[in-house]
């Protein structure tokens, strides 16, 4: 196996099928760990003594390093050897998940959840990459794809259930469960991932990497603490405006240098772009609608971590058993064609789940919402073989970095205004009533995001079937002139 001679058929063979579980359970470790540990907070809190703010940057603090370092985590992969920085990277996350369950105290608990978001900044692109430049373009780029990103969106799901369970026995163990899985997947990431040589073309910007990680971190660590320090005050609004002048610092830097780190007519790919906004829809939507579920099941309901799990565990179900038939729809109907009606069957639940009030059943209002909410999450393998189609060998990286970096920094700004939009509107002396009015403007928010994401996939789609000319929304428009170097 090697990016020069990519698997074609889909008959693999047994070594083919460990690369690239492998490579899915590594991407399932990555979910699995945001959501246990946001199951554990409680017991965390209580155990170490930390506030409720500082409890928030367990989960923050690992986004913080994931979506700040992902671009240059892809393009890292792309200069200096996808093996390479795959194996160094997921031995740097097993590490620190294993400091993690010994720590004493809050801050270093928050600085080891930081060094595992950084690790998978790198892990994440790179395995992204190796297979899209293992796997041809077609039929057998969509099988790996559509198996390695549901195990991504699997991940996350039953984390929940995972959290939930080990919980109940002592929150370390929601820290230590990654380290075995994490050590047996090094070992067979070394044995099994193809040996590959650093880019012979190129070089390092590491200016364009300084402003773009300085820019994705400050963006990020913005947005997650402007509701406790206020999106008018100074800070933020000061914050902001560093960030802008990182990113068009960056920009400059990337129109000038011989060899940049992103190359900018890869955003004017226009299959690239329109995932990146589906991407943004699906994970912004859906995040902060389960971020208000938690909250309202939880605290005013009063059910457990794990009824709340099992409630939502439909959700991993739908998006495992995908697996079996989403890279056969993609080869029949197209990316565009899913990811719009994915989105606009998930917008739906969202609208149904708005009936739901404090004395609802699970079977007759909660339940059938989530199941068409499951149902967008079908669309989530359609959506990363639409971002890598056409993409050369040599920025696959780039390409998995970029729909990546959307993909967390996106949905981090859309819950950080969720968040701040429940606060706003939560009384003094809340009932359950009071409790319920105050989450649903988020409730609607979410529906919107879902249906706004969905209104633009159907417009990349529905204007050619309506002049009866073939659809290209999943071809790759070429670069203008001046862009293509």
């Not at 070394?190 to 012979?200: Q, W």
């Not at 992103?262 to 772009?273: A, E, K, P």
């Not at 606009?344 to 059943?361: E, H, K, N, Q």
């Not at 204007?463 to 862009?483: K, S, T, Y």
Request: one cysteine or more; proline letters at 5%.
């Amino acid at each position: 196996m090697s990016s020069t001679l990519p698997i074609s058929g889909t008959g693999w063979t047994a070594r083919v099928w460990a690369l690239l579980i492998t490579l899915c359970i590594v991407l399932f470790l990555d979910g699995l760990d945001v959501s246990m540990i946001g199951v554990a907070l409680p017991s965390i809190g209580s155990e170490l003594h930390m506030s409720t703010s500082s409890l928030q940057w367990l989960v923050s603090g690992y986004v913080l390093g994931y979506g700040g370092l992902l671009l240059l985590g892809g393009r890292t992969a792309d200069l200096m050897g996808r093996r390479r920085v795959f194996l160094l990277a997921l031995t740097v996350f097993a590490v620190a998940s294993l400091a993690g369950g010994f720590v004493t105290s809050g801050p270093l608990l928050i600085l080891t959840r930081f060094v595992k978001g950084l690790a998978a900044a790198f892990t994440a692109p790179t395995g992204l990459s190796i297979i899209t430049t293992n796997f041809a373009e077609g039929p057998a780029r969509n099988k790996a794809l559509s198996i390695y990103t549901v195990f991504g969106a699997g991940g996350y799901s039953f984390g929940l259930v995972f959290g939930g369970l080990l919980t109940g026995v002592g929150w370390r163990w929601t820290i230590l469960l990654p380290v075995p899985i994490a050590l047996a997947a090094l070992a067979a990431a070394y044995v099994l991932l193809p040996k590959d040589r650093p880019a012979t073309e190129g070089g390092h910007d590491l200016l364009g990497a300084v402003f773009s990680t300085s820019g994705m971190l400050l963006l990020v660590y913005t947005v997650v603490s402007a509701p406790t320090a206020g999106w008018d005050s100074v800070r933020t609004l000061g914050s902001f405006a560093a960030v802008v002048a990182l990113f068009t610092t960056f920009v400059v830097t990337e129109s000038r240098v011989r060899h940049p780190l992103v190359r900018l007519g890869i955003l004017r790919t226009s299959t690239l772009i329109r995932s990146c906004l589906a991407i943004v829809a699906m994970g912004g939507s859906y995040f902060s609608w389960q971020f208000i579920v938690t909250l309202f099941l939880q605290d005013t309901i009063g059910w457990s971590p794990l009824h709340l799990a099992l409630a939502l565990l439909p959700v991993g179900l739908m998006v495992t058993l995908s697996a079996l038939f989403s890279d056969r729809l993609v080869d029949r109907f197209g990316t565009g064609r899913i990811i719009a009606t994915t989105l606009t069957v998930m917008a739906i639940g969202y609208f149904m789940f708005l009936r739901i009030d404090t004395s609802a059943s699970y079977v007759g209002a909660i339940l059938p919402a989530v199941l068409l909410i499951a149902v967008g999450w079908i669309g989530f393998p359609a959506v990363n073989i639409q971002a890598t189609n056409g993409i050369r060998n040599e920025e696959q990286g780039l390409a998995a970095g970029v729909l990546q970096t959307s993909m967390q920094v996106g949905p981090a700004v859309l819950l950080a205004i969720t968040s701040a939009m429940i606060a706003s509107g939560m009384p003094a002396d809340p009932t359950r009533a009071t409790m319920l009015d105050a989450y649903r403007p988020g409730l609607v928010f979410a529906a919107v995001i879902a249906s706004v994401g969905a209104l633009v996939a159907l417009l990349t789609v529905v204007p050619w079937r309506l002049r009866g000319a073939p659809e290209v929304a999943d071809e790759l428009e070429p670069l203008p002139a001046e862009l293509a170097a």
